[in-house]
């Protein structure tokens, strides 16, 4: 049984930091590249940031230079360090892992960024 499970939401100042946790079970973690979305009030899940197994990134227009996705292969851990954090930041953050044929999502976490 696949699980994501998310941690290190909160609510932080606009200009603030947090760094998101994500631990995953159940499948070949190091063989997988690993994603966040978020999906703030109204409006469409977005994907955020993407690391592959070999350990290259991508990042939407966005969040380029502010936020910094990395793994962690032996805790099966995938981390979102999100630092310069803006009002438009405000989201449940998703981690996620999947292929063609199947996807799993964890529970999500709120950001919440104060003006």
């Known amino acids: 049984q696949v699980q994501l499970v998310e941690s290190g939401g909160g609510l932080v100042q606009a200009g603030g930091s947090l760094r998101l946790s994500c631990a995953a079970s159940?499948?070949?973690?190091?063989?997988?590249?690993m994603d966040w979305y978020r999906q703030a009030p109204g409006k469409q899940r977005e994907l955020v940031a993407v690391i592959t197994s070999g350990g290259n990134t991508n990042y939407a227009d966005s969040v380029k230079g502010r936020f910094t996705i990395s793994r962690d292969n032996a805790k099966k851990t995938v981390y979102l360090q999100m630092n310069s954090l803006k009002p438009e930041d405000t989201a449940v953050y998703y981690c996620h892992v999947g292929s063609t044929w199947w996807n799993y999502w964890g529970q999500g976490t709120q950001v919440t960024v104060s003006s």
């Open positions: 159940g499948i070949i973690f190091s063989a997988n590249a």
